[in-house]
Every structure is written in structure tokens, then in C-alpha cells.
């Protein structure tokens, strides 16, 4: 596992959790572990890297060092910069997208890729996958077959 594996793990938990204790909730973190205390490790490492990205704060609760959310996650915000070449591919696969459905209720506007655009790409990108584990589905199970 790597810092960022753990980091996301973490902000999984944090979606429903306002706390985490260590020794207390590294289990609802990672049910399984091979190593402990490698995993033990690198989560306070994470969780370290959240703290000084003042998504958290540490605090010792009965001498154990517990983390507390700055504030609901939800309500944290990220700047984004873009390069004209990935706001032309973002622009161009939703309008394609959008032509291609017949629905320009969502087309992306080049010069001011928003959030709601990167969502919508979000949403197209689970979209192709679900499809395609279907198409896969159906292939292992010998439903599909190319001639």
C-alpha cells in the first residue's frame, strides 16, 4: 500500500466519519492487513499529509493521538489550472459525446472548462466502464462471440 492508497482510503472514511483514532479505527480502515505495522505506518503517514494539508487536526484523547476534520470534507474546494490542450480534449470528448446522444444540454465550452464539465467526463468515464465490464461479463461467459 502507498501513502496515497491510504490516503484515499482515509478520505472514504472521512466521507461518514468525523474522527479517526488509530487503535481504535484502523480496522474500519483496513479490515485485513499483512503487514500491521507497515500499514500502521504508512496510514500515519497519510494522515500526517492531511494534517498539514489542514484537512485535519491531531489531538491526544486519553494519550492516544485521534484526527478530527477541519470541517465536513464536502465543503473543501480545489483550484484547478489547465493547459489548452487538455481543455480542448475535455471539450471535444463531451461535445462528441453530446452530438453523438443528440443532447447539447452539456456541451463544454473550450475557454471555460468548469466543474460541472470535469463531473460530466467523470460521469461519461463510469458510463464507458460499466459498459464495458458488461461487454466483458458477457465474453467470459461465452454470450459474446466475434466472427
Known amino acids: 500500500m502507498t501513502i496515497l492508497d491510504a490516503t484515499h482510503k482515509l478520505f472514504d472514511y472521512f466521507a461518514t466519519k468525523d474522527s479517526f483514532c488509530l487503535d481504535k479505527d484502523f480496522k474500519n480502515l483496513i479490515p485485513i492487513s499483512e503487514d500491521k505495522d507497515l500499514e500502521v505506518s504508512i496510514v500515519l503517514l497519510a494522515l500526517k499529509d492531511m494534517e498539514k494539508n489542514e484537512l485535519l487536526k491531531s489531538t491526544k484523547v ?21 493547459s489548452y ?60 462471440n466475434l466472427i
Do not use: W
Not at 492516544?64 to 489547465?82: G, M, N
Not at 463531473?119 to 466502464?129: D, I, P, S, T, Y
Open 85 to 144: 490542450p487538455t481543455a480542448m480534449a475535455i471539450a471535444q470528448g463531451l461535445n462528441e459525446f453530446c452530438e453523438a446522444i443528440g443532447d447539447y444540454t452539456d456541451v463544454c465550452d473550450v475557454g471555460n472548462v468548469t466543474e460541472k464539465d470535469v463531473r460530466n467526463l467523470v460521469v461519461l468515464n463510469q458510463h464507458h466502464k460499466a459498459e464495458m465490464t458488461k461487454l466483458m461479463q458477457q465474453e467470459d461467459s461465452g454470450g459474446f
Open 62 to 82: 486519553k494519550d492516544k493521538e485521534c484526527y478530527i476534520l477541519s470541517r465536513p470534507l464536502d465543503s473543501f474546494e480545489q483550484s484547478l489550472s489547465i
